[in-house]
């Protein structure tokens, strides 16, 4: 059972407009949200977290939105530069209890110059 | 800040021999990483959980004496594919949570690892 899901599994935009990014979870334990962004043979850059305490955290371009009632959460991405252009893992946890942050499988996101 | 770092970021390797890929965390302490495996359009797979000092709790199908995890500080951890067969090919990735922040795991660049 996949308790993190993305269910697009890419997504192209041209540049500068907004990219979306959406991620639903079925634990109500999760209580802690992350987005990580991803090359081809690299690992993962943390982007953005945001604590269920919050429904928004903004960082430059970046803002990750989270709606507990519906358990979803979403990555806005303005504006959306070429070099965005990766896959987008959203992960969560739950925070005090076990380490493990549990994994979307990603959203590949491709921005048209 | 946070920087994680592989060593070697690529090995080709014979059939039956074993592989050692360091992870480093070069600029904060750690008391736990974790070593995560990523099979071709799939996402990370956990491998492991490395606590500094004690002995690395595996995931369930994963087979603790073919991947041989030791986290001898805060600094370091390492994981060795032991009698590496073709199907341990994959990209091997590590990452690391700082003492101070409790749920980001800062990732390294991963290990590509081709055993022929």
């Known amino acids: 059972d996949q308790q993190v899901k993305q269910n697009s599994p890419s997504l192209s935009v041209q540049e500068g407009r907004i990219s979306i990014l959406n991620c639903d979870y079925t634990?109500?334990?999760?209580?802690?949200f992350l987005w990580y962004k991803k090359y081809p043979a690299e690992g993962p850059t943390f982007l953005i977290s945001i604590s269920s305490i919050k429904d928004k955290n903004e960082d430059g371009r970046f803002t990750v939105f989270l709606n507990k009632s519906a358990k979803h959460l979403s990555l806005h991405i303005v504006p959306s530069q070429p070099g965005d252009s990766a896959v987008y893992f959203c992960?969560?946890?739950?925070?005090?209890?076990?380490?493990?942050?549990?994994f979307g499988k990603g959203t590949k996101l491709t921005v048209n110059p | 800040g946070a920087v994680v770092s592989q060593h070697p970021s690529r090995v080709i390797c014979k059939s039956g021999t074993s592989v050692k890929i360091e992870c480093r965390s070069l600029?904060?302490?750690?008391?736990?990483m974790f070593w995560y495996r990523q099979f071709p359009k799939q996402s990370l797979m956990l491998m492991a959980t490395?606590?500094?000092?004690?002995?690395?709790?595996?995931e369930q199908g994963v087979e603790k004496d073919k991947f041989l995890i030791n986290h001898a500080s805060l600094t370091l951890s390492t994981l060795t594919v032991t009698s590496a067969h073709p199907e341990d090919s994959s990209f091997y990735i590590c990452s690391a949570r700082a003492i101070m922040e409790r749920e980001t795991q800062y990732f390294g660049p991963g290990t590509r690892l081709l055993v022929l």
């Open positions: 600029d904060f302490q750690a008391t736990t």
């Open positions: 490395s606590n500094e000092g004690s002995k690395a709790t595996y």
């Open positions: 634990n109500s334990m999760f209580d802690y």
């Open positions: 992960a969560a946890i739950r925070q005090g209890g076990s380490e493990k942050l549990v």
